[in-house]
């Protein structure tokens, strides 16, 4: 990049093009820009790119090329643009006088000053005349200014332009801090001589399967009663154990007798463990039936809660991201050796933020649960789920046929290409948006139509059990495992509020709201002599807003046992409790839960299928009737812009820089998140509380009941059917005594021997 104040870009193309020439090199100016065709001369050329029909198109212009087009040499483009002007460079050039004139000009009288010199004796039309004597003033002006200026006073020496070799450090920190982590990998820099570091350490990588090196290892762990330990893993099973200990890294296969002298150190909760990722290494080890203990600080998840809208918590990246001191250590796996220095470095940060106990008390333990969760699995009906997804190709193949005889033809259903012309041109329906490709077909378009005519809502029914089919029976069908369980993986670290998520599959997104979509649970099911037993948390978002607002008016509501969303319409629609109607009371909640997403109107409006004026009638209402909550959304905002985060009761983050964004929308966007994020943060880490307590008091009781999945607000436990009532109130118990608020936390148990049973 090369920049002078008072100079324009063209400037210093043509000074650099000016200096390459006498440098003997030679220049290629790349550009869209007609203007810089006055620089092509003598070893200088111009790739001009412009786009034709639609398609893009570069004509490479030297002087022969100028002179074919224009008849002109290079130089005199100046006085041709002086004569004819440019409006997108505010070049006024001679009034009257076009394109076609100006080139006429300069094609018979060479010049400018040539023109105005003998402007009296010129060949010419009276009337052009003129407008060339009343606008000479104007051409020289804007000769001066369509004149490249090929002087400008900057570095003029080619070779000061060479690129010099890349700074792997400078670049490496600065795209972790703008979190470029793709670039990263491409350019090579998460290798360890990009890894800043303020001072070195030179170590070695030890095979510890036995020997001196293994009891150099044991002597070091035992004094120091502090162990720094990853994991190779592959397939769920464990290959190495890699410890960093003195400045070296010892590597511990699995299958070693180095590895059955670990084993009683990986179990010693008087051993204070720090590890880079808790749950796959936990999973591993509870595989070979160990149950480590003494975890104290994990790097990924300290990662995480310092800065959760990363996307990477790899030892390397917050290597980079903190600059912390990294020593050089010989062998495959230095990523190990990073693990002290950052782990020490992370701990600082944590104490700032005060975070320690979120860390040690909440998603630690919550990692040991998730990985007890993966490797127990949810026992699932096959036969069942397959025989569901041969009734659902039958009820598609209906559907099919029905939409073929609506339309009068037969097409592809899944070819938006098709269905546009089916529904806007075949049938007439009014097109609502338009895409690059064409009308759009997506859900919101069909919904706006399902009225419109008997096809559009048969290919919504079409679409939602093709999803059902194959995203659910048909995948997974595919990943049952050999015990004949789904075993889904959860992850800590991906949603910014502390949610925990799950993949391969996502259980969390089952579908539940038709009839159709909950019929799935059915096949998720208990052993035989088994029960499943399902709590779920009754408001948990709206009892913390109460809580976290001090709002008067909705504590005494929830206090005093009422429905909430009842006592909402009561108030928002203003009728006494007694005549609140059904509807009434499904606009109110559906009010009550947008206020915790910072719902507008125009949102509501579209949710609950009313006018904005009355969507906005009933925000305003809410708001005045709940005046704690108002106040409470404003001073989240102004918290958040002064602090730069959102902030939940445990103290977890979520940075906020869309409130210093120049785009309005991203503005609004931040303030909606520094409105909601403390909220549904504060109820994601209660129910991991009420996980790390469930699981705890199981083991406590020396029962076989076990926790198996999470659903957002909502826990399953398996258990023996003679336990089924003992873990139901255990379950009860446990979350509702997650937190302490003004409000008593309340979650519904029922027991079945499915999971649809259990749900109710």
Same mark, same amino acid.
């Given at each position: 990049?090369?920049?002078?104040?008072?100079?324009?870009?063209?400037?210093?193309?043509?000074?650099?093009?000016?200096?390459?020439?006498?440098? &003997?090199?030679?220049?290629?100016?790349?550009?869209?820009?007609?203007?810089?065709?006055?620089?092509?001369?003598?070893?200088?050329?111009?790739?001009?790119?412009?786009?034709?029909? #639609?398609?893009?198109?570069?004509?490479?212009?030297?002087?022969?090329?100028?002179?074919?087009?224009?008849?002109?040499?290079?130089?005199?483009?100046? !006085?041709?643009?002086?004569? @004819?002007?440019?409006?997108?460079?505010?070049?006024?050039?001679?009034?009257?006088?076009?394109?076609?004139?100006?080139?006429?000009? @300069?094609?018979?009288?060479?010049?400018?000053?040539?023109?105005?010199?003998?402007?009296?004796?010129?060949?010419?039309? $009276?009337?052009?005349?003129?407008?060339?004597?009343?606008?000479?003033?104007?051409?020289?002006?804007?000769?001066?200014? #369509?004149?490249?200026?090929?002087?400008?006073?900057?570095?003029?020496?080619?070779? /000061?332009?060479?690129?010099?070799?890349?700074?792997?450090?400078?670049?490496?920190?600065?795209?972790?801090?703008?979190?470029?982590?793709?670039?990263?990998?491409?350019?090579?820099?998460?290798?360890?001589?990009?890894?800043p570091a303020k001072q070195s350490v030179t170590g070695q990588t030890v095979k510890a399967e036995g020997g001196e090196a293994l009891q150099d290892l044991l002597e070091w762990v035992d004094k120091n009663k502090r162990l720094d330990m990853t994991a190779q893993i592959k397939d769920g099973k464990l290959i190495n154990v890699v410890v960093a200990f003195d400045g070296r890294v010892a590597v511990i296969p699995a299958e070693t007798d180095g590895f059955e002298r670990l084993k009683a150190r990986i179990c010693d909760s008087n051993i204070i463990?720090?590890?880079? $990722?808790?749950?796959?290494?936990?999973?591993?080890?509870?595989?070979?039936?160990?149950?480590?203990?003494?975890?104290?600080?994990?790097?990924?998840?300290?990662?995480?809660?310092?800065?959760?809208?990363?996307?990477?918590?790899?030892?390397?990246?917050?290597?980079?991201?903190?600059?912390?001191?990294? *020593?050089?250590?010989? /062998?495959?796996?230095?990523?190990?050796?990073?693990?002290?220095?950052?782990?020490?470095?992370?701990?600082?940060?944590?104490?700032?933020?005060?975070?320690?106990?979120?860390?040690?008390?909440?998603?630690?333990?919550?990692?040991?649960?998730?990985?007890?969760?993966?490797?127990? &699995?949810?026992?699932?009906?096959?036969?069942?789920?397959?025989?569901?997804?041969?009734?659902? !190709?039958?009820?598609?193949? !209906?559907?099919?046929?029905?939409?073929?005889?609506?339309?009068?033809?037969?097409?592809?259903?899944?070819?938006?290409?098709?269905?546009?012309?089916?529904?806007?041109?075949?049938? /007439?329906?009014?097109?609502?948006?338009?895409?690059?490709?064409?009308?759009?077909?997506?859900?919101?378009?069909?919904?706006?139509?399902?009225?419109?005519?008997?096809?559009?809502?048969?290919?919504?029914?079409?679409?939602?059990?093709?999803?059902?089919?194959?995203?659910?029976?048909?995948?997974?069908?595919?990943?049952?495992?050999?015990?004949?369980?789904?075993?889904?993986?959860?992850?800590?670290t991906e949603t910014r509020t502390g949610r925990i998520s799950s993949a391969e599959p996502n259980l969390q997104n089952i579908p539940v709201r038709q009839d159709l979509g909950r019929e799935l649970r059915r096949f998720f099911h208990a052993p035989k002599g088994w029960v499943l037993c399902d709590a779920d948390y009754s408001q948990i978002e709206l009892r913390v807003l109460a809580h976290m607002a001090n709002d008067k008016n909705m504590i005494d509501a929830f206090n005093s046992g009422t429905d909430i969303h009842s006592v909402t319409a009561?108030?928002?629609? &203003?009728?006494?409790?007694?005549?609140?109607?059904?509807?009434?009371?499904?606009?109110?909640?559906?009010?009550?839960?947008?206020?915790?997403?910072?719902?507008? *109107?125009?949102?509501?409006?579209?949710?609950?299928?009313?006018?904005?004026?009355?969507?906005?009638?009933?925000?305003?209402?809410?708001?005045?009737?709940?005046?704690?909550?108002?106040?409470? @959304?404003?001073?989240?905002?102004?918290?958040?812009?002064?602090?730069?985060?959102?902030?939940?009761?445990?103290?977890?983050?979520?940075?906020?820089?869309?409130?210093?964004?120049?785009?309005?929308? @991203?503005?609004?966007? #931040?303030?909606?998140?520094?409105?909601?994020? *403390?909220?549904?943060?504060?109820?994601?880490?209660?129910?991991?509380?009420?996980?790390?307590?469930?699981?705890?008091?199981?083991?406590?009781?020396?029962?076989?009941?076990?926790?198996?999945?999470?659903?957002?607000?909502?826990?399953?436990?398996?258990? *023996?059917?003679?336990?089924?009532?003992?873990?139901?109130?255990?379950?009860?118990?446990?979350?509702?005594?997650?937190?302490?608020?003004?409000?008593?936390?309340?979650?519904?148990?029922?027991?079945?021997?499915?999971?649809?049973?259990?749900?109710?």
């Amino acid at each position: 990049m090369v920049e002078r104040e008072g100079y324009e870009a063209d400037d210093i193309l043509g000074t650099l093009a000016k200096a390459s020439v006498q440098q &003997g090199a030679e220049c290629i100016i790349a550009t869209g820009d007609r203007d810089s065709l006055q620089l092509v001369g003598e070893g200088v050329t111009v790739f001009l790119a412009a786009t034709k029909m #639609g398609k893009p198109e570069t004509t490479i212009y030297d002087t022969a090329a100028i002179r074919e087009k224009y008849g002109l040499i290079p130089e005199q483009l100046i !006085d041709l643009k002086a004569l @004819m002007g440019d409006a997108s460079d505010h070049i006024p050039g001679v009034p009257g006088v076009g394109e076609k004139t100006a080139l006429s000009l @300069m094609q018979s009288y060479g010049s400018l000053d040539n023109i105005y010199t003998n402007l009296d004796s010129l060949e010419i039309r $009276d009337s052009l005349r003129k407008k060339l004597d009343a606008g000479k003033e104007s051409a020289y002006l804007s000769k001066r200014l #369509g004149t490249i200026c090929c002087d400008v006073p900057i570095e003029r020496d080619i070779n /000061g332009y060479m690129l010099e070799p890349m700074k792997k450090q400078e670049l490496a920190s600065l795209f972790v801090k703008l979190e470029f982590f793709s670039w990263i990998t491409k350019l090579g820099l998460d290798t360890p001589d990009a890894i800043p570091a303020k001072q070195s350490v030179t170590g070695q990588t030890v095979k510890a399967e036995g020997g001196e090196a293994l009891q150099d290892l044991l002597e070091w762990v035992d004094k120091n009663k502090r162990l720094d330990m990853t994991a190779q893993i592959k397939d769920g099973k464990l290959i190495n154990v890699v410890v960093a200990f003195d400045g070296r890294v010892a590597v511990i296969p699995a299958e070693t007798d180095g590895f059955e002298r670990l084993k009683a150190r990986i179990c010693d909760s008087n051993i204070i463990k720090r590890v880079a $990722d808790t749950k796959p290494l936990c999973a591993a080890l509870l595989a070979e039936g160990l149950m480590p203990r003494g975890t104290q600080f994990d790097t990924m998840l300290a990662g995480y809660l310092l800065n959760p809208l990363a996307s990477d918590y790899s030892l390397t990246r917050l290597a980079q991201e903190y600059e912390v001191t990294v *020593p050089t250590v010989e /062998g495959e796996d230095w990523g190990a050796a990073f693990l002290p220095a950052v782990a020490d470095r992370l701990e600082c940060e944590l104490a700032a933020h005060g975070q320690e106990e979120l860390l040690r008390d909440v998603e630690i333990p919550l990692a040991y649960v998730l990985a007890d969760m993966e490797n127990i &699995g949810f026992d699932v009906d096959a036969e069942g789920m397959a025989a569901f997804g041969k009734t659902l !190709d039958k009820r598609i193949a !209906d559907i099919q046929c029905a939409i073929t005889e609506a339309v009068g033809y037969e097409f592809n259903l899944n070819s938006p290409k098709q269905l546009a012309k089916a529904l806007f041109e075949d049938l /007439g329906l009014p097109p609502k948006k338009k895409t690059k490709s064409g009308y759009s077909t997506n859900a919101e378009v069909l919904e706006s139509l399902r009225d419109a005519h008997p096809a559009v809502a048969m290919l919504l029914d079409y679409r939602q059990l093709a999803k059902l089919k194959s995203t659910y029976c048909d995948g997974l069908l595919k990943v049952i495992g050999c015990d004949g369980r789904i075993h889904t993986s959860f992850n800590q670290t991906e949603t910014r509020t502390g949610r925990i998520s799950s993949a391969e599959p996502n259980l969390q997104n089952i579908p539940v709201r038709q009839d159709l979509g909950r019929e799935l649970r059915r096949f998720f099911h208990a052993p035989k002599g088994w029960v499943l037993c399902d709590a779920d948390y009754s408001q948990i978002e709206l009892r913390v807003l109460a809580h976290m607002a001090n709002d008067k008016n909705m504590i005494d509501a929830f206090n005093s046992g009422t429905d909430i969303h009842s006592v909402t319409a009561s108030q928002v629609f &203003g009728v006494p409790e007694d005549m609140v109607t059904p509807l009434m009371r499904s606009q109110a909640k559906a009010v009550n839960f947008g206020i915790v997403y910072g719902i507008g *109107p125009h949102s509501l409006s579209k949710d609950i299928g009313v006018s904005y004026k009355e969507a906005k009638r009933y925000i305003d209402q809410y708001l005045a009737h709940y005046a704690g909550v108002a106040e409470f @959304m404003e001073s989240m905002v102004e918290t958040a812009k002064e602090k730069g985060y959102a902030e939940t009761l445990f103290a977890r983050r979520r940075p906020l820089p869309e409130l210093r964004a120049s785009n309005a929308v @991203m503005r609004s966007f #931040g303030e909606r998140v520094a409105m909601n994020m *403390p909220i549904q943060g504060t109820a994601a880490d209660i129910i991991k509380i009420a996980m790390v307590r469930v699981h705890k008091r199981l083991a406590a009781e020396g029962m076989r009941a076990r926790l198996i999945l999470q659903v957002h607000d909502e826990l399953i436990v398996e258990a *023996p059917a003679g336990e089924a009532v003992k873990a139901a109130a255990l379950l009860k118990e446990e979350m509702e005594g997650a937190a302490n608020l003004s409000i008593k936390l309340e979650a519904d148990v029922q027991i079945g021997e499915t999971w649809y049973d259990a749900k109710g």
